[in-house]
């Protein structure tokens, strides 16, 4: 079992920034690749960005690349979320995903095998 818990979440004005962060306990977290996603009121959860096991490759949401970026310290068992220049669109609830079965890090949400409970990030015109 891995148990994942996300934290940074607000209420920011336009153009601010937010960190979020993912906190794992349970299985090896090295042994993960980590996904970040976001579901809007009424919308599908989305991909967001996703990182390998060793940091070293990241993947993003053409929504977000060049404003976000992943990263992970597997010393902390954290992944990250480093959010820059935040729309109103960006508002959702965000939530991190662990897989284990996987060297690459899927973009569809049905890969993962576990899940945070979701942090809340409101952007205001």
């Known amino acids: 079992q891995v148990q994942l818990v996300e934290s940074g979440g607000g209420l920011v004005q336009a153009g601010a920034s937010l960190r979020l962060s993912c906190a794992a306990s349970g299985r090896i977290f090295s042994n993960a690749v980590m996904g970040w996603f976001r579901q809007a009121p009424g919308k599908e959860r989305e991909f967001v960005a996703s990182?390998?096991?060793?940091?070293?490759?990241?993947f993003y949401a053409d929504s977000v690349k060049g404003r976000f970026t992943i990263s992970r310290d597997n010393a902390k068992k954290t992944v990250y979320l480093q959010m820059n220049s935040l729309k109103p669109e960006d508002t959702a609830v965000y939530y991190c995903?662990?897989?284990?079965?996987?060297?690459?890090?899927?973009?569809?949400?049905?890969?993962?095998?576990?899940w945070g409970q979701g942090t809340q990030v409101t952007v205001s015109s």
């Open positions: 990182i390998t096991r060793s940091g070293i490759s990241t």
């Open positions: 995903a662990a897989d284990f079965s996987r060297t690459i890090p899927p973009t569809s949400s049905r890969a993962y095998d576990y």
